[in-house]
């Protein structure tokens, strides 16, 4: 199996900087994409930023030049920068990865979620 493990959420005002971490671990051949995305309340869960194994990122419209989503490949570890945060950047941010599980055969390509870090951010 593989866990997801994030962490570096917390309570920021408006106009500070967090930065978040998310640790991949288990039966891993090979890491496809590492993405963040978050859900507020009463809201849909929403891409926020997403990296390939090649260094191909993007952003949301809301985020860009505000946040850098960045990997550490031999870490297996994916960061999110946020500077100039919103209050509306208020929500559970939630990393996600498309694995190539070890031994690379069968079905062994997943899709696995982190339980989420939560950022807020105050006005």
């Known amino acids: 199996q593989v866990q997801l493990v994030e962490s570096g959420g917390g309570l920021v005002q408006a106009g500070g900087s967090l930065r978040l971490s998310c640790a991949a671990s288990?039966?891993?051949?090979?890491?496809?994409?590492m993405a963040w995305y978050r859900q507020a309340p009463g809201k849909q869960r929403e891409l926020v930023a997403a990296a390939t194994s090649g260094g191909t990122t993007n952003y949301a419209d809301s985020v860009k030049g505000r946040f850098t989503i960045s990997r550490d490949n031999g870490k297996n570890t994916v960061y999110l920068q946020m500077n100039s945060l919103k209050p509306e950047d208020t929500a559970v941010y939630l990393c996600?990865?498309?694995?190539?599980?070890?031994?690379?055969?069968?079905?062994?390509?997943?899709?696995?979620w982190g339980q989420g870090t939560q950022v807020t951010v105050s006005s």
């Open positions: 996600n990865a498309d694995v190539t599980r070890s031994p690379p055969i069968g079905a062994a390509r997943g899709d696995y």
């Open positions: 288990g039966s891993i051949f090979r890491i496809n994409a």
